[in-house]
């Protein structure tokens, strides 16, 4: 499913932006996760095979005390403007060349070459007890990645018959693919 999510806080830094959307990516099935910000608000928009509850859940913990405002929404229910090269460039068309646009090559984040290391996440912490809130992120990113499980393919036909083939992600196609074999 692919999912817009609009953060609200302080991303006057862009380096803060990326650190928080690279933060996302534990929950990111698309091969990219594309986002774009400014000095308050962050859009990001991904696919992800786990609910929207989960997606809301996962950001939400991960992000807490962070930043002031938090919205996901499935893409196929919601209607928005944004201006046509920051549209291309959310919802996965090349060529756009707007500089607060940036795109984390997932590839790379499974291939351990590009990603945050528990150390990379002190900037974010505030308090006395940085060592608990890291372990606590990294409790965050562990357990959201074993709660993802593996469609059977009676899962993916499911969707199938009531989304039709083109509501599969890519790396469900893929598993679909790779099932009926």
Known sequence: MQYITIILGDFSDTKIARETA?????????????????????ILCFESSISQTEVYDYISAALYGEVNGIFVSKTDNMSVYIQPESFKHLFGESGTNVDTNVSIDMQK?????????????????????????????????????????????????????????????????????????
């Open 109 to 181: 984040v499974k291939d351990g070459l590009e990603g945050l290391s528990p150390y990379d996440l002190l900037e974010f912490t505030t308090e006395e007890d940085d060592n608990d809130d890291i372990d606590e992120i990294q409790k965050i990113i562990t357990e959201s990645k074993t709660k993802t499980q593996i469609p059977t393919i009676d899962d993916l036909l499911d969707k199938i018959c009531e989304k039709g083939y083109d509501s599969l992600t890519s790396n469900e196609k893929k598993l679909l693919q790779k099932l009926s074999k």
């Open 22 to 42: 690279m933060i996302i990516t534990p929950i990111v099935d698309s091969q990219n996760l594309n986002y774009s910000s400014s000095n308050d608000v962050m």
